[in-house]
């Protein structure tokens, strides 16, 4: 089992900065593709960036590349999202997502079996 808790997350002017974090617990993340997914009212969850564990290899979803940076830490067990020059359409619930089925990166939520219960990200404009 993997336990994923994300924080970071509040509330910012537009053209501001956040990092949301994702810790993680359970078994060794040997081979896993993570990811940020978002949701924003009213919309339907959507990729924002993805890497894979082993290989640091990343996608990004359009809207937010160039702005938005995935990392991760082996010795913390901890996922990062780095979003910069936020605007309004970042507004969302930002999940964090582990992969058990694949080790490289993926947008497919469907390919994610362990799902945080997200934090808020609220931008002003």
């Known amino acids: 089992q993997v336990t994923l808790v994300e924080s970071g997350g509040g509330l910012v002017q537009a053209g501001g900065s956040l990092r949301l974090s994702c810790a993680f617990s359970g078994r060794p993340v040997s081979a896993r593709a993570m990811a940020w997914f978002r949701r924003a009212p009213g919309k339907e969850r959507q990729f924002v960036a993805t890497?894979?564990?082993?290989?640091?290899?990343?996608q990004y979803a359009d809207s937010v590349k160039g702005r938005f940076t995935i990392s991760r830490s082996n010795a913390k067990n901890t996922l990062y999202l780095q979003m910069n020059s936020l605007n309004s359409e970042d507004s969302a619930v930002y999940y964090c997502?582990?992969?058990?089925?694949?080790?490289?990166?993926?947008?497919?939520?469907?390919?994610?079996?362990?799902w945080g219960l997200g934090t808020q990200v609220t931008v002003s404009s």
């Open positions: 997502a582990a992969s058990e089925s694949v080790a490289y990166p993926s947008q497919y939520s469907h390919q994610y079996e362990y």
């Open positions: 890497i894979s564990w082993t290989s640091g290899s990343t």
